[in-house]
């Protein structure tokens, strides 16, 4: 770890402070559903770190072995990890994660196959602002990543998040620079304020194949939360592209669409509009079409009685290069409901003796090679759920489209041990068409330790991490709750595999087995491991 000035280690202090505060310190936002699952809450960003020192370059890391520790920077934690690989060069891949030393995203660039990286921080477009949710991407055809981040400001003392600008910082070096990064849709307001948009939980994939009509098109979606005085209205889908490398973006547009079939609940807005909704994921087939997955709240025929906000995967897509998008169509309902899960301290998901906040969002990518599309989840269905006392099973399921999303298949149970398994994220090789899921694995029961899994369709599975993580004795998020005193809150919202052309698999994910200064007690790190 690198030496900090004195002003640095006050600062330090400030946040380590402030980040042992029970997560409860904060009053809750009279939120239900779809709303608990905005990406940007207290028990995510329990202090102020806007005023954290930032610099583009910050230390190097020297890979050590089967699994590497990227955080080179501090002893603050690191989580919600994406990486990508560039088309052109396989040696060339971005990393990034919310990093809660700084004021920024983190960023972790390798130019040699992961031999060794470069991590500095990116993406805040003012001095008032912080990065968050952070996804990158490479442009084959305008030779740039584009790394997508959500900026918000903090306000003290009330604890309220403002603004949520959905912003991109472009590199031309490959991820070992930025440049400024730049306002694609803004956002309005606090968490209290009268009206509140709030942009949150975005995703970025740009068209890469060179026989596509829109090669080079760079598409964003996320998800707009609408509130009135703290009280959540909507969170539509929306969408814009680039068509430069990033350095102009489209005027956003909704995409989420309206479905009388399958959006039958509204908080408010017109009847059938699909608009409460999370984790949006666009892909891009080899003949352009562009597909996005995203969960949806409002189809009350999923509804156990007694419950509500059940999740459904819907998609829509668009064959015309974005300019117009299909109604959504449905892919599958999910066991996420309200007496799905047991919950944490602030009352958000969580898994069977933990307090780490969780959701059942994968992803959807589309085959390089034949156009198939593959989408991954997870939920309690196998668990013991529709109850008021939750136990949890959660599995990983995979569910196939060969015909552009007009039918598919049955979802396949990916990993059949008895404990939890949760933060899945598929990939497809390129020089085989196998397919991998990367997830967070407890096993054959649910124990305090958890481990980062890989499965390859076909082939078998793998334990990826060297050494398990321990989210019960945190040095960060702590619950205070008894019984779980030290257990983490919150350890990211996924994990990500990105396979490059050399068909190698690139793997990073949040990992809590690095013993703090604390006795007892476990860091928060990104990891990386190749296989």
Not at 42 to 63: A, L, R
Not at 83 to 108: H, K, R
Not at 174 to 199: E, K, R, Y
Not at 292 to 313: H, I, K, T
Request: charged share 15%.
């Amino acid at each position: 770890m690198k030496l900090k000035t004195t002003f640095a280690l006050i600062i330090a202090l400030i946040l380590l402070a402030a980040l042992i505060v029970p997560a409860g310190a904060r009053p809750l936002l009279p939120e239900s559903g779809m709303a608990k699952k905005r990406t940007v809450t207290f028990d995510v960003f329990g202090f102020d770190k806007q005023h954290g020192p930032h610099s583009q370059f910050e230390c190097n890391v020297t890979s050590g072995g089967a699994n590497t520790n990227l955080d080179c920077d501090d002893l603050f934690p690191n989580n919600e990890p994406d990486i990508e690989v560039n088309p052109a060069n396989a040696l060339n891949m971005v990393a990034s994660s919310n990093d809660y030393g700084t004021c920024c995203d983190q960023f972790y660039t390798t130019l040699d196959g992961g031999l060794t990286w470069t991590t500095g921080n990116m993406s805040r477009n003012s001095p008032q602002v912080t990065g968050s949710d952070p996804v990158t991407v490479f442009d084959r055809k305008h030779g740039v990543a584009i790394h997508s981040s959500l900026n918000f400001s903090f306000q003290l003392p009330t604890g309220e998040a403002c603004r949520g600008d959905l912003t991109v910082s472009v590199s031309t070096d490959g991820g070992i620079t930025w440049l400024p990064a730049q306002v694609v849709d803004s956002g309005f307001g606090c968490d209290f304020s009268s009206v509140q948009l709030f942009n949150d939980k975005e995703w970025i994939v740009t068209d890469n194949y060179p026989s596509s009509p829109f090669y080079g098109r760079t598409y964003i979606t996320w998800s707009k939360f609408v509130s009135a005085s703290g009280a959540y209205q909507s969170s539509a889908i929306f969408e814009a592209h680039s068509d430069d490398g990033g350095k102009h973006w489209t005027k956003a547009q909704e995409i989420s669409g309206s479905n009388g079939a399958l959006c039958t609940f509204q908080v408010a807005g017109p009847a059938g509009q699909c608009d409460q909704n999370q984790f949006s994921v666009p892909t891009v087939a080899p003949d352009g079409t562009v597909y996005v997955a995203f969960q949806n709240e409002q189809n009350q025929s999923l509804w156990e009685s007694g419950e509500s906000a059940d999740d459904q995967y819907l998609l829509v897509k668009s064959t015309n290069g974005g300019q117009t998008w299909s109604n959504p169509s449905f892919v599958v309902g999910l066991e996420d409901g309200s007496a799905d899960y047991p919950r944490n301290v602030n009352d958000r998901q969580t898994l069977t003796g933990y307090q780490v906040r969780v959701n059942s969002a994968g992803n959807i990518v589309s085959s390089p090679t034949n156009g198939n599309l593959y989408l991954v989840f997870s939920d309690n269905r196998n668990g013991t759920h529709d109850t008021a006392n939750p136990v949890t099973n959660t599995d990983v399921f995979l569910m196939t489209s060969s015909n552009g999303g007009t039918s598919w298949s049955d979802p396949v149970l990916v990993d059949s041990s008895a404990g939890d398994q949760w933060f899945p994220w598929v990939d497809v090789n390129p020089t085989n068409s196998n397919v991998g899921i990367l997830y967070n694995d407890r096993g054959s029961s649910n124990g305090a330790l958890y481990n980062a899994a890989l499965m390859e369709m076909p082939g078998s599975k793998t334990t990826v991490s060297t050494a398990p993580s321990n989210p019960t004795q945190s040095r960060y998020f702590r619950a205070g709750v008894a019984g779980c005193e030290n257990c983490a809150t919150f350890h990211g919202d996924y994990i990500n595999i990105s396979y490059g052309s050399d068909g190698k698999a690139n793997m990073v994910w949040t990992d809590m087995r690095d013993p703090s200064d604390v006795a007892g007690l476990f860091f928060q790190f990104i990891y990386y491991a190749q296989k």
